[in-house]
């Protein structure tokens, strides 16, 4: 997973900050100090699903699109966003069953 926020200049890899999902796809990424004060981040911030394991039922669902971020709470001086759920959902919607046979594989982001 990472976030990317427009900041008036010119984009690059730097401006991307990584996190990796934890076994129920939640995670946490602590942007860098000089977007903290960015006005409108629910404008200026994407998500995107960077990489997919190899073994993953929903593998062949990755399609690399990026999605709006919401503001959720403040409390201490930290704010949180969320993208909500993240469905990844194939063509043949079995191949992307999970173990339990619940459905839609989802990734949750907090």
């Not at 602590?30 to 409108?40: E, G, V, Y």
């Not at 929903?58 to 409390?75: L, P």
Request: aromatic share 8%; glycine share 6%.
């Amino acid at each position: 997973m990472a976030v990317s926020c427009d900041t008036s200049r010119k984009t690059s890899k730097s401006d991307w900050v990584r996190g990796i999902t934890d076994e129920y796809g939640d995670f946490v990424i602590d942007l860098p100090s000089h977007l903290h004060a960015l006005p409108n981040m629910e404008k200026r911030c994407r998500l995107k699903i960077l990489q997919l394991p190899n073994a993953s039922p929903c593998h062949q669902a990755f399609t690399g699109e990026y999605r709006g971020i919401k503001f959720s709470s403040a409390k201490n001086g930290i704010r949180t966003y969320t993208a909500h759920e993240i469905h990844l959902t194939p063509k043949n919607p079995q191949a992307c069953m999970n173990e339990k046979g619940r459905g839609k594989m989802l990734v949750h982001t907090f």
